[in-house]
């Protein structure tokens, strides 16, 4: 098989999440550890970083990845789900992984993959620790899938691990209350390893991660107790702030810029630089240059694509990748906080999340573009728009994302901005990025 012809074997032959959904989902870790030990267990032999939770897992393994990659070490990423192409998943130093692995580990391995029937998940896990092993990464970044306690990534014993937050997410799988997500957050803390959480969130969340870190013998730290962020601003495309200790009020960080410019980067930067000082401690050398220089070049260092990017000037165009009630919350309040003559949306959703009040995000005077990502789980355009009409948003429905974008350009005034998102397979099919 050639590269192609292997993916296609890949996404044909094994249950894909992004396609199927539920019918995809296999939690635990047996299948992975089984894969992982006849491949002789390459996820031991390298050093990693473990990155959970509901929204900001993404944004905080690449500035993780870019930091340490700025401080001289061979870093790997793995993250899911890729927007592109498949080989966004598995990077070195920001180089995605080369087909010809792919090819070979797949061909060398298809047999015992028939027989284990592990799901496309699964195997890529244990395609990305094969990759790292044979690449001799320093470290690497593995972003969690869904969840964390029965997540494939967690056969991992990681230096350090690290969740953003919770909010809810995947209910069906992780649970209908914050206090039961959290306890599949906290499932990556592991014994005597520190765990760093990026937010300060609901009690009966930090009570979960306090009783998980106290049972593990792990040393806890929350990036909101230890650093905050202030005069945060946009200059240049690019996030501006000063980060101060929380606890001595002194100026650890000045004129610190973030090449990720969303707002909801503010939540997501103390605990990356909370979980930078740890790693300190344990004996990585990271400089405060590499982390002024590996925050600054994030996009150009891992290939970060589709969080808060900027597509146009006049009208604006602006696509992001959140897709849950927490993370749309976020974008929708620097989206209309734009100085704009009228705002625009093009949106379309998966149709196996309850979107309700998700659209009750929305603005009410806003004009609707309403679309369907080129994926199996897709909500009908058409429905989303009978949806959409119960929220009193309105506007006409179209095939696909660019004939969507299109037209809201085509109606727009220089003065304009436009939002593109609602799903990460919509803001995927974009063919501007």
């Not at 010809?100 to 592990?118: A, R």
């Amino acid at each position: 098989m050639d590269y192609q012809e292997t993916i296609d074997y890949l996404y044909s032959r094994l249950p894909v999440f992004q396609n199927i959904g539920a019918r995809a989902f296999k939690p635990g870790l047996h299948t992975t550890l089984q894969l992982c030990n006849h491949l002789g267990n390459p996820q031991e032999k390298f050093k990693t970083i473990h990155v959970g939770g509901t929204n900001g897992k993404g944004s905080t393994s690449h500035m993780l990845a870019s930091i340490m990659q700025d401080a001289g070490y061979k870093v790997g990423l793995y993250t899911s789900p890729h927007l592109k192409s498949f080989t966004e998943r598995i990077r070195v130093n920001g180089i995605s992984i080369d087909e010809d692995f792919i090819v070979k580990f797949t061909s060398v391995n298809k047999s015992y993959i028939e027989s284990l029937s592990p799901s496309f998940f699964e195997v890529t896990v244990a395609m990305a620790f094969s990759y790292f092993e044979k690449c001799e990464v320093d470290v690497a970044v593995i972003e969690v899938g869904m969840g964390g306690r029965l997540d494939s990534t967690n056969i991992i014993t990681p230096v350090l691990s690290v969740i953003t937050n919770v909010s809810y997410d995947h209910v069906q799988f992780l649970g209908d209350t914050l206090g039961k997500i959290a306890f599949e957050k906290a499932g990556i803390i592991k014994n005597g390893i520190p765990v760093i959480v990026s937010e300060k969130q609901e009690i009966e969340i930090s009570e979960v991660f306090d009783q998980a870190a106290l049972e593990r013998n792990s040393e806890i730290a929350y990036g909101a107790d230890v650093f905050t962020v202030s005069n945060s601003s946009h200059k240049n495309g690019a996030l501006s702030l000063d980060i101060v200790s929380k606890a001595s009020g002194q100026l650890i960080y000045p004129d610190l810029n973030l090449d990720l410019a969303g707002d909801y980067q503010l939540k997501n930067i103390c605990g990356v630089l909370t979980a930078i000082e740890k790693l300190q401690e344990t004996g990585f050398e990271i400089s405060r240059e590499a982390v002024y220089s590996g925050l600054s070049h994030v996009q150009s260092n891992t290939g970060l694509k589709g969080r808060w990017q900027k597509l146009n000037d006049k009208p604006l165009v602006y696509c992001d990748t959140a897709h849950n009630y927490a993370g749309v919350s976020e974008t929708m309040r620097q989206f209309n906080s734009l100085v704009s003559k009228q705002k625009r949306f093009v949106i379309g959703f998966v149709s196996d999340k309850d979107i309700s009040s998700i659209l009750n995000l929305f603005p009410k005077d806003g004009i609707y573009y309403f679309c369907q990502p080129s994926n199996l789980r897709a909500l009908d355009a058409l429905e989303l728009q009978q949806k959409a009409l119960e929220s009193d948003l309105k506007g006409n429905v179209y095939p696909d994302v660019n004939k969507a974008l299109e037209a809201a350009i085509l109606d727009s005034d220089q003065e304009d901005a436009i939002y593109v998102g609602g799903s990460t397979f919509v803001v995927a099919d974009l063919d501007q990025l």
